[in-house]
């Protein structure tokens, strides 16, 4: 009899448990962490209207394409006011005159097809260092996902020209190979088979110092957020001490002026 009426007991518990579950539905993980996110951006825009500042800095990487070349940086941020950002900022570029392009050349007895750029006289590398300043202007975009933010920077460039060297013959039928560059190879009449490339040049290199100053608009996705996607666009005025041959009959600048657009990502803490 006790046997019986355990074994009722259990059957009626494992029913119930059964049917309780039936009834109660699933947990909805995703709505829980949404409702956290959105909880925690309230949270933080609150904090931000009443002038509490949300995030000390920020590091972000990021690339970037110019009118006359293209590159990559980093930049670091200290949060001053919930508006006010400084800007500590480093990039590196390869900067090319509009004008330069590369043609195919044929190799030795037509066996191999290259390409060379026509009259470049160096491959201009540069590293430039700046500090500046980053306000926040769009702030009804905030509640929208988007922050508008405008800012400005100044500081050093170091330049460095790298001879554009190319492998040339001197005649057809021979197979002798020899460096050269522009203007040289344009006057001679020799028969240029490649460009050395990226490998070439190194030991003759030679160095330009300048400034830089740049000033632009900045998007950012997520303003509230810990991890930073953002696109930015703006223009660059660049002066340096002396001439920059980049072409060949192409008159040399010292001030150099670009418009950019660049995409970043990093993180705030």
């Not at 195919?104 to 160096?122: C, E, M, P």
């Not at 490339?197 to 950012?220: E, H, I, Q, T, V």
């Not at 930015?232 to 001030?255: D, H, R």
Request: aromatic content about 14%; hydrophobic content about 40%.
């Amino acid at each position: 009899m006790a046997l019986k009426r355990l074994f009722f007991l259990v059957c009626f518990s494992m029913a119930t448990i059964s049917l309780f579950a039936q009834q109660s539905p699933p947990p909805d993980y995703n709505s829980s962490r949404n409702t956290a996110r959105k909880d925690r951006i309230n949270r933080l825009m609150k904090m931000e209207e009443e002038g509490d500042l949300i995030f000390d800095h920020h590091s972000v990487f990021g690339l970037k394409i110019a009118t006359d070349g293209y590159g990559i940086f980093y930049e670091r941020g200290k949060f001053i006011t919930a508006k006010r950002t400084r800007l500590l900022q480093f990039e590196l570029n390869e900067k090319k005159d509009p004008k330069d392009h590369k043609v195919a050349v044929g190799g030795f007895n037509g066996y191999t097809l290259n390409s060379i750029a026509i009259g470049r006289l160096n491959n201009f590398y540069q590293f430039k260092a700046a500090i500046g300043e980053q306000y926040l202007v769009g702030g009804k975009g905030n509640k929208n996902g988007v922050a508008v933010t405008a800012l400005y920077s100044g500081g050093v460039s170091a330049g460095v020209l790298k001879p554009y060297i190319l492998h040339a013959y001197k005649a057809q039928g021979d197979e002798s190979l020899f460096e050269s560059t522009y203007p040289t190879i344009l006057d001679s009449g020799y028969l240029v088979n490649d460009a050395e490339g990226l490998g070439g040049g190194w030991s003759k290199l030679s160095f330009k110092p300048g400034l830089n100053a740049k000033a632009a608009l900045r998007f950012d996705y997520g303003r509230f957020n810990q991890n930073i996607t953002a696109i930015e666009v703006g223009g660059t005025a660049e002066f340096y001490f002396s001439k920059i041959p980049l072409m060949y009959l192409v008159p040399q600048k010292q001030l150099f002026f670009n418009a950019y657009v660049s995409i970043m990502f990093g993180r705030r803490k």
